[in-house]
């Protein structure tokens, strides 16, 4: 199995990346970044493509990535970072240029694009995040009903709790939310708290399974395309499927 992954040095996309490199079921890994990546090193699977612009793919890269299985595109940076209009395009436009690209490395091709709770396709929501996170979400299923071999999913993690220590957790991650945050979240059950390990194993089982949309139930919407938090956690928690879609 070919993974191509974004996102490598941020929590989730670093879980990703340590879940790949454990498991001897992926092969090959391309991580797109703009600067190097540390845990990459002394891997064998793993090649990093240093990649400046995201909304561009020259044919040169393409011909690099041909054959790859699936995508988690885990880019994204928080909203408090950079101004409305690098939200907007480092969270919708890349996403879409990144998909558009992809879509005939193979057939299929799954793009696993990581949003979050909170995410609105009919962007009504009075945050900018769950707006654009959930323009992303209704562009790409457009794009998939229209594009043969694109198989898309998008997965709405809550809040991501680090685990490992081969990530660094932000201050906010550290000191802040553990004692104001999180507390208040397992008192409604944990629904909405995923751990990184748990995270990564569901989104490289969507990337690397069939495609297939998942049957309604708790946590599935969009047709089997939308993948809520309390989902992920089962996900990750089956060791098989009978679709094959957990390696």
Request: aromatic share 8%; hydrophobic share 35%.
């Amino acid at each position: 199995m070919h993974l191509i992954l974004t996102g490598a040095t941020g929590t989730c996309g670093s879980a990703v990346l340590k879940h790949c490199i454990d498991n001897s079921a992926i092969t090959r890994v391309t991580v797109l970044s703009r600067r190097p990546v540390p845990l990459a090193n002394g891997s064998d699977k793993v090649s990093v493509v240093i990649h400046k612009n995201f909304e561009s793919y020259p044919q040169s890269l393409l011909d690099t990535l041909k054959g790859a299985d699936g995508c988690v595109w885990a880019l994204g940076i928080p909203r408090t970072k950079v101004s409305k209009e690098q939200y907007i395009k480092i969270t919708y436009d890349y996403t879409m240029a990144a998909a558009n690209a992809f879509a005939s490395l193979s057939t299929p091709f799954k793009f696993v694009f990581v949003s979050g709770e909170g995410a609105d396709m009919t962007e009504r929501t009075p945050f900018l995040f769950g707006n654009i996170k959930g323009r992303a979400e209704k562009s790409l299923l457009a794009l998939s009903d229209r594009t043969s071999s694109l198989r898309v999913y998008s997965a709405r993690p809550g809040y991501i709790d680090p685990e490992g220590d081969h990530l660094k957790p932000s201050t906010m991650q550290q000191y802040i939310y553990p004692y104001t945050l999180v507390p208040g979240l397992k008192l409604l059950g944990g629904a909405y708290i995923i751990g990184t390990k748990t995270l990564a194993t569901s989104l490289v089982g969507l990337a690397t399974g069939s495609g297939e949309p998942f049957p309604p139930g708790c946590g599935v919407e969009a047709e089997g395309r939308i993948l809520r938090n309390s989902f992920l956690r089962g996900l990750s928690k089956e060791s098989s499927l009978e679709r094959g879609d957990l390696i």
